[in-house]
């Protein structure tokens, strides 16, 4: 299935692009926002992220056709800071993310995100990695898995599954462990809403690629990477990513004066919020992509 953005024209409206700027796309996915962000460029370039080879492979056609000011880094974007440095950026006026897995890796069967296709539990995003949902599904202690699924699904029925997980060792696909989950669940749960393996799923994607960890320090070092006036915008799909880009955004964008000493010289914080509230899909977007349901977006603005 094609990817289609998510929040495509508000999402690069946001970044307040200068011809001449510089900005990174930390997740190019099929180059969506890439695309446009490059279109808008004259003399600045384009920077964008990626460390899933396919996705790469059809960015790159696809940024052709627009123009050649860009560079892909094959590399996940918590390593932002170091390897823009190797290419001798420090500084940049607009960074994006756009979170999660694309519908490219999410509908091939093969890299076994979806609970709805059968495949080798895998979820990697990077597949030069060794570490898969495999090894976590299969060698994981009880109180390990516990913890992921309360911390990473939110799944309240977190002990039941993975007790059950443990006594249904081996499980080797994505079915057999929906399966699993399923045997776990009380009925009322079973007939209720929302597919019964999704926030498990969920909670291994996240344990699988580091995802939070790996967020949070990416969006603490691109703070200090902006140039006054640059601009952060992040959509997000979970409430976790959320929350981490909510925290991060408050701490940067409020200065803590100890109760009972005067104010004397006042002191801006880093960052101003754009965005008291995140921006969501437009109705029309929401009807006609899937994905967007969960998006939120968040915007801030260096200023000092
Ligand atoms: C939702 S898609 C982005 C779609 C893109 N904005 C578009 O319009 O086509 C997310 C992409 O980011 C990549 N990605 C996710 N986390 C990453 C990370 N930590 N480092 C590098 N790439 C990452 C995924 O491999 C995926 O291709």
Redesign the pocket.
């Known amino acids: 299935m094609e990817?289609i953005?998510v929040l495509?024209e508000k999402a690069i409206e946001q970044l307040n692009i200068k011809e001449d700027g510089i900005y990174v796309?930390?997740?190019?996915?099929?180059?969506?926002?890439?695309s446009l962000i490059l279109s808008k460029l004259k003399s600045g370039h384009l920077y964008s992220?990626?460390?899933?080879d396919f996705?790469i492979n059809i960015a790159k056609e696809r940024l052709d056709k627009i123009g050649k000011n860009y560079t892909i880094i094959r590399?996940?974007?918590?390593n932002i800071k170091s390897e823009l440095e190797k290419l001798g950026v420090t500084k940049v006026d607009g960074i994006l993310y756009?979170?999660?897995?694309?519908s490219?890796?999410f509908d091939d069967a093969k890299r076994g995100f979806s609970y709805n296709s059968d495949a080798k539990l895998d979820m990697r995003?990077d597949s030069s990695k060794d570490f898969s949902a495999h090894d976590i599904v299969n060698k994981y202690s009880y109180d390990e898995l516990v913890r992921i699924f309360y911390m990473y699904g939110e799944e309240p029925f977190s002990k039941q599954i993975a007790r059950k997980i443990i006594e249904n060792r081996p499980i080797n696909t994505t079915l057999e462990l929906v399966d699993v989950i399923k045997k776990a669940l009380p009925q009322k749960v079973l007939n209720s809403k929302g597919h019964p393996a999704k926030r498990i799923f969920q909670a291994l994607r996240i344990e699988v690629?580091d995802?939070l960890k790996?967020?949070e320090k990416?969006l603490n070092d691109v703070i200090n990477l902006l140039n006054i006036d640059g601009r952060v915008v992040v959509i997000s799909f979970h409430s976790l990513e959320d929350r981490v880009c909510k925290t991060i955004f408050k701490d940067n964008s409020t200065i803590n004066i100890p109760k009972g000493l005067p104010i004397i010289n006042k002191e801006l914080p880093k960052l101003e919020l754009i965005t008291k509230h995140p921006i969501t899909p437009s109705i029309d977007e929401l009807e006609n992509n899937n994905r967007a349901h969960s998006a939120k977006m968040r915007v801030a603005r260096r200023q000092i």
């Open positions: 990817h953005t495509l796309d930390c997740t190019l996915g099929g180059a969506g926002h890439s992220f990626d460390q899933d996705a590399s996940n974007f918590v756009d979170l999660g897995v694309s490219f890796q995003m690629n995802e790996v967020f990416s």
